[in-house]
């Protein structure tokens, strides 16, 4: 259904991580969002931030998969690029009039990227 979180086995690793669960609800505030830009966007800001968003979501996921710490960091590098990317977009949005106020999604992101970062201290 519309707005649940699906999950097919509980026991992926990456279903455990805080920063997971945060960048899912990240990439849906994100799509939300995004759904009332206009149609000139659909292929541009539309599309360059639900890919980073989703990356975000599948970098976390996929490193948590792999079997060593050292690549399991390369993902959540990935991750923090990915936050950034969608950061500047977010701002650029905001700037032309696509997002009245871009507060939530900033402090989601920022929520999102300390969490990466404290995984990412972790493996260290």
Do not use: C
């Amino acid at each position: 259904m519309k707005g649940e979180t699906t999950t097919i086995n509980l026991s992926r690793p990456h279903y455990r991580l805080d920063a997971w669960k945060e960048s899912l609800k990240l990439a849906k505030l994100i799509y939300e969002l995004s759904q009332r830009f206009p149609d000139s966007e659909r292929y541009g800001l539309v599309s360059q931030m639900r890919r980073a968003a989703v990356s975000v979501l599948s970098n976390i996921a996929e490193g948590a998969a792999r079997n060593s710490r050292k690549e399991f960091a390369q993902f959540l590098s990935i991750a923090q690029g990915s936050l950034s990317e969608l950061e500047a977009q977010v701002i650029i949005s905001q700037e032309l009039g696509y997002i009245a106020d871009s507060a939530e999604v900033l402090e989601l992101l920022d929520r999102v990227s300390r969490l990466v970062g404290g995984l990412q201290r972790s493996l260290r």
